[in-house]
């Protein structure tokens, strides 16, 4: 789900919102990662559920995931040993970390120089991450402790 009110076009499919033209207040997290360049949310009503058994919490994950290949333009999951071992082009594909926490949710987006970027939430700054601090609950914040989902977008 994406929130932006100055676009007929939340997805940025015509890719005409950057991280040099939209107002770092206008995009989260997901909207950095993905490159919406909107305020993304992987669901509706996540605020709305209690997350009581880690069977509820998997299930979140799983609509989650499954909300993000539907919605996203080009998105497609990949294994995390791909990750690991390089398989992948980073000059073609943006490699995507996905991840919840028991109230909130949060991605992580690879460089082309192999460190990892966040935008947190209304936050302006962009943080970045040594490469095997996404794998690290600290490199998380210490706080986001479900399952990491590793995504590939093509540039």
Known sequence: MVWNFMSDDPFNILGLRNIDNTNRCDYNCGG???????????????SSIDLRTERDYKKIERIAVKQMLKEIPGLKRISDKAICNHNFDIEKYNVIAFRFSDSDFHFYKLGKNFCWYEKRGRNHEIYRHKYNEVWDNWGWHGEYNGKIYFFLKAR
């Not at 950095?32 to 996540?46: I, M, N, Q």
């Open 32 to 46: 950095y990662a993905l490159e919406t360049f909107s305020w993304y949310c992987p669901f509706k009503g996540y």
